[in-house]
T-cell receptor
Framework: EADIYQTPRYLVIGTGKKITLECSQTMGHDKMYWYQQDPGMELHLIHYSYGVNSTEKGDLSSESTVSRIRTEHFPLTLESARPSHTSQYLC???????????FGPGTRLTVT | EDKVVQSPLSLVVHEGDTVTLNCSYEVTNFRSLLWYKQEKKAPTFLFMLTSSGIEKKSGRLSSILDKKELFSILNITATQTGDSAVYLCAVCGGAQKLVFGQGTRLTINP
């Protein structure tokens, strides 16, 4: 069983607010990822990290930013939330030499 | 651009039926193909396939990969209502990132 946690699980926030979505894993995985998923649609990679102080943008353009100061922690920040940011955000992690990723429970974000 | 296409997008069957879900892909420098089950929240890992023709099996679920024809199938036999979920296929290519398909929404009616 994968030990990867996301908080909050649900968030409703007004336009223009700054928010941080938290993701932590206790498996010591080097690689971590953020995906965005709209209802009934594919997961799209928005950010990833291969280790501490390493972050890269994914395939889907996103106005969010990430940081990786500690191995176990990979927070995602939106400086100014907009209704177009309404979506589910999924965090995942994997071992450095592995392809399979383990997912957290997700944060469902609604921006009004 | 790497691409994964799943079919059907939606499938409704009765409990006890056998189902086959399809995944075709185009990817540069194929490394692996993965199947996930997504219920209301996080996708959970089912199988990873890297070699053609070798069936992976877990209980009533099995999967096989054809690297020549660029597709994989996921079979579920004797379906149960708990199998109702979205089944996601993903491929890992040269960039070592997963590219996901849109998923097949499977509904098992009692």
């Amino acid at each position: 069983e994968a030990d990867i946690y996301q908080t909050p699980r649900y968030l409703v926030i007004g336009t223009g607010k700054k928010i941080t979505l938290e993701c932590s894993q206790t498996m010591g995985h080097d690689k971590m990822y953020w995906y965005q998923q709209d209802p009934g649609m594919e997961l799209h990679l928005i950010h990833y990290s291969y280790g501490v102080n390493s972050t890269e943008k994914g395939d889907l353009s996103s106005e969010s930013t990430v940081s990786r100061i500690r191995t176990e922690h990979f927070p995602l920040t939106l400086e100014s939330a907009r209704p177009s940011h309404t979506s589910q955000y999924l965090c995942a992690s994997s071992e450095l030499a592995a392809y399979e990723q383990y997912f957290g429970p997700g944060t469902r974000l609604t921006v009004t | 651009e790497d691409k994964v296409v799943q079919s059907p997008l939606s499938l409704v069957v009765h409990e006890g039926d056998t189902v086959t879900l399809n995944c075709s892909y185009e990817v540069t420098n194929f490394r692996s193909l993965l199947w996930y089950k997504q219920e209301k929240k996080a996708p959970t890992f089912l199988f990873m396939l890297t070699s053609s023709g070798i069936e992976k099996k877990s209980g009533r679920l099995s999967s096989i990969l054809d690297k020549k024809e660029l597709f994989s199938i996921l079979n579920i036999t004797a379906t149960q209502t708990g199998d109702s979920a979205v089944y996601l296929c993903a491929v890992c290519g040269g960039a070592q990132k997963l590219v996901f398909g849109q998923g097949t929404r499977l509904t098992i009616n009692p």
